[in-house]
T-cell receptor, first 114, second 115 residues
Framework: ETGVTQTPRHLVMGMTNKKSLKCEQH?????MYWYKQSAKKPLELMFV???????ENNSVPSRFSPECPNSSHLFLHLHTLQPEDSALYLC?????????????FGPGTRLTVL | GQQVMQIPQYQHVQEGEDFTTYCNSS?????IQWYKQRPGGHPVFLIQ?????EVKKQKRLTFQFGEAKKNSSLHITATQTTDVGTYFC???????????????FGQGTILTVHP
């Protein structure tokens, strides 16, 4: 147990659906991240929040919309997704966004877009 | 943009054999982290290297950071079936002249160990 939880663990949605992924960290960290992990691709950083402020948007399509209401919670709102968006979405947190801060990952949400 | 390349992509070994994965960056890194992801699991932090030429050991695992801070390696001695998984390196690079940077992951090496 890493102290980072994600719900749901599995999600199947159609291209016209709207859904949200939730991440919660119980480690008292200040930085939170969304990553996308596809087969045969490296972990792709999507968004970074530090002290609730977005510090990184890695050219992510607007059909992915993050929300960070406080340092413990992070959401990823999904709408009009494409089949190629099917992947494992990982949330992570760290003390801060400094070089020396190790990241703690949640179990991920396995997303399938039909 | 910054890239972190990792080789090999796959490695199959017999239990008891050694294993090494290599990580290379196109630019000098501030530091490098290594993570392990078990099949069906999520990445778990293993270690961080910061200093040029640094070598760290964790039981059968040896981590090295190159003198130029552009490459790193993970070596496992006498692999066991519990070592199976994907090993990722992740390099941290500061944007020039700022305190802001980000961690960039390599594509990972998938290790299978045959008993």
């Amino acid at each position: 147990e890493t102290g980072v939880t994600q719900t749901p663990r599995h999600l199947v949605m159609g291209m016209t659906n709207k859904k949200s992924l939730k991440c919660e960290q119980h480690l008292g960290h200040n930085a939170m991240y969304w990553y996308k992990q596809s087969a045969k691709k490296p972990l792709e950083l999507m968004f970074v929040y530090n002290f609730k402020e977005q510090t990184e948007n890695n050219s992510v399509p607007s059909r992915f919309s993050p929300e960070c209401p406080n340092s413990s919670h992070l959401f990823l709102h999904l709408h009009t997704l494409q089949p190629e968006d099917s992947a494992l979405y990982l949330c992570a947190s760290s003390q801060g966004d400094r070089a020396v801060d190790e990241q703690f990952f949640g179990p991920g949400t396995r997303l399938t877009v039909l | 943009g910054q890239q972190v390349m990792q080789i090999p992509q796959y490695q199959h070994v017999q239990e008891g054999e050694d294993f090494t994965t290599y990580c290379n960056s196109s630019t000098t890194l501030s530091n490098i982290q290594w993570y392990k992801q078990r099949p069906g699991g999520h990445p778990v932090f293993l270690i961080q290297l910061v200093k040029s030429g640094e070598v760290k050991k964790q039981k059968r695992l040896t981590f090295q950071f190159g003198e130029a801070k552009k490459n790193s390696s993970l070596h496992i001695t006498a692999t066991q079936t519990t070592d199976v998984g994907t090993y990722f390196c992740a390099g941290f690079l500061f944007a020039g002249g700022t305190s802001y940077g980000k961690l960039t992951f390599g594509q990972g090496t998938i290790l299978t160990v045959h008993p």
